[in-house]
């Protein structure tokens, strides 16, 4: 038994067709998180539809280098999963079953409500005036897998 390990673009593998057993990726989730180059890759991370279609054109390759019956599992992003899901679908896997990575610690994504108010279409000065100061933290508790 032999094991690979590659890092780098997923987008052009250098392995044979139908050459591997199983593969298990965490692709950048595009969302931009905290500014970093890494999860943006161009302006996918604005754009659900080019999103969808960076996660398929890397599934396409992964599904060339798997073996028939082989698997794949990749995390995605909590807000982004449906996207990754429907790329992998249209690139020809089926999707058995859905794992979850549940942890409790993260960054929680704090905004000010009275801010998010005030960016809202037709807010009345009231409103702002009673949330200013109120925070509102999701912090992620489970990865899509």
């Not at 298990?24 to 539809?49: C, E, H, W």
């Not at 390759?61 to 807000?79: D, I, S, Y």
């Not at 409790?104 to 905004?111: A, N, T």
Request: charged share 25%; glycine share 12%; hydrophobic share 40%.
């Amino acid at each position: 038994m032999s094991w690979l390990i590659l890092r780098g673009d997923a987008h052009h593998l250098p392995i044979a067709d139908d050459s591997v057993d199983a593969i298990v990726t965490d692709p950048p989730y595009l969302i931009g998180f905290m500014g970093r180059d890494f999860d943006k890759q161009s302006d996918a991370y604005k754009n659900p539809k080019k999103m969808q279609q960076w996660h398929y054109e890397w599934a396409i390759e992964a599904l060339r280098v798997l073996k028939p019956g082989g698997h794949l599992l990749a995390f995605g992003g909590t807000r982004t999963s449906h996207r990754l899901t429907c790329a992998l679908e249209d690139a020809g896997f089926e999707i058995r079953d859905s794992l979850m990575w549940v942890y409790g610690s993260g960054f929680g994504k704090v905004g000010d409500i009275g801010k998010a108010i005030d960016k809202a279409a037709g807010a009345l000065a009231d409103d702002v005036k009673k949330w200013t100061g109120w925070r509102g933290s999701n912090r992620p508790a489970l990865e899509p897998i």
